[in-house]
T-cell receptor, first 115, second 116 residues
Framework: NAGVTQTPKFQVLKTGQSMTLQCAQDMNHNSMYWYRQDPGMGLRLIYYSASEGTTDKGEVPNGYNVSRLNKREFSLRLESAAPSQTSVYFC??????????????FGEGSRLTVL | AQKITQTQPGMFVQEKEAVTLDCTYDTSDPSYGLFWYKQPSSGEMIFLIYQGSYDQQNATEGRYSLNFQKARKSANLVISASQLGDSAMYFCAMRVEGYGNNRLAFGKGNQVVVIP
């Protein structure tokens, strides 16, 4: 099983450039998330989508936009990249209700550097 | 708002010894779930263990156990018989149940290095 797939795994951008991080899951999960991870900061939620057609801001949404294209796919877009957006980005989807309701399944991460 | 606190500095642990990682949380909701994830140097996030706020017993998963002290709002992870492969960052996370609340909040992590 592929689980959660993110692309690209590595990207270098210049300040002001735009790019989209793609994420797809094959587990039929309703909820999907984008987190960023910075040294000493843990994981911080950027945006999430509780279901197809809905998106909501997380803790650090500024500078980002998202699209929940369908149930499988949730993309994160940087319209005008800034050095402060240099980070590792994780996409995740949420497991079904049950004993471990809320468990997140993560992609492998995308390392983005903005020069 | 939910808050997760992990404040221990990096830890060195002797192989085969046990290690306890501290996690405290803050929520006013009575129904919530607590999670621990492991992140090795390769970067992936690996689920370790889950504890529900209404669970009567502390969760265990192989060498991992969760010391859940609800009154103290504490959910410490205990790793028994440490192995070299346990060297990693460990993150505590909390999900609050309830309509419309669909997010997992993470602590800043604990670094563990297991030495032979």
């Amino acid at each position: 099983n592929a689980g959660v797939t993110q692309t690209p795994k590595f990207q270098v951008l210049k300040t002001g450039q735009s790019m989209t991080l793609q994420c797809a899951q094959d587990m039929n999960h309703n909820s999907m998330y984008w987190y960023r991870q910075d040294p000493g900061m843990g994981l911080r939620l950027i945006y999430y989508s509780a279901s197809e057609g809905t998106t909501d801001k997380g803790e650090v949404p500024n500078g980002y936009n998202v699209s929940r294209l369908n149930k499988r796919e949730f993309s994160l877009r940087l319209e005008s990249a800034a050095p402060s957006q240099t980070s590792v980005y994780f996409c995740a989807s949420r497991g079904l209700a049950g004993a471990r309701a809320g468990e997140l399944f993560f992609g492998e991460g995308s390392r983005l550097t903005v020069l | 708002a939910q808050k997760i606190t992990q404040t221990q500095p990096g830890m060195f642990v002797q192989e085969k010894e046990a290690v306890t990682l501290d996690c405290t949380y803050d929520t006013s909701d009575p129904s919530y779930g607590l999670f621990w994830y492991k992140q090795p140097s390769s970067g992936e996030m690996i689920f370790l263990i889950y504890q529900g706020s209404y669970d009567q017993q502390n969760a265990t998963e192989g060498r991992y156990s969760l010391n859940f002290q609800k009154a103290r709002k504490s959910a410490n992870l205990v790793i028994s018989a440490s192995q070299l492969g346990d060297s990693a960052m460990y993150f505590c996370a909390m999900r609050v149940e309830g309509y419309g609340n669909n997010r997992l909040a993470f602590g800043k992590g604990n670094q563990v290095v297991v030495i032979p």
